[in-house]
Nanobody, 131 residues
């Protein structure tokens, strides 16, 4: 079965950086679409970044220019490099992988990351950014 295990979360001061990792098993990162989501208290879960099979990427407006999603096919691992972190970035971050054959449903007509396209989820890693 598919397993996604996140790591790299922690506490950092505003302006700092963190790199999240998502180690996948039972699922080939190179041939599938994956993404990162986050959820802060009192807010809905938000699609932060996604990466397609061809390496193309999409980002939420709130993180564009600061976050970078990437993957290492050799290690079968997904990454999220987070720079210039802000207190509003504080949230639980989740690694997710699309359902088999669902890459075409990754984005909505407005270009937003579609949560329902993702069928596999990690347990999450907490990111806390202090002022």
């Amino acid at each position: 079965q598919v397993q996604l295990v996140e790591s790299g979360g922690g506490s950092v001061q505003a302006g700092g950086s963190l790199r999240l990792s998502c180690a996948a098993s039972g699922y080939t990162v190179s041939s599938n679409c994956m993404g990162w989501f986050r959820q802060a208290p009192g807010k809905e879960r938000e699609g932060v970044a996604a990466i397609g099979r061809d390496g193309s990427t999409r980002y939420a407006d709130s993180v564009k220019g600061r976050f970078t999603i990437s993957k290492d096919n050799t290690k079968n691992t997904l990454y999220l490099q987070m720079n210039i972190l802000k207190p509003e970035d504080t949230a639980m971050y989740y690694c997710a992988a699309v359902r088999d054959g669902w890459c075409s449903w990754l984005l909505s007509s407005k270009g937003r990351i579609v949560e329902s396209a993702f069928g596999y989820w990690g347990q999450g890693t907490q990111v806390t950014v202090s002022s």
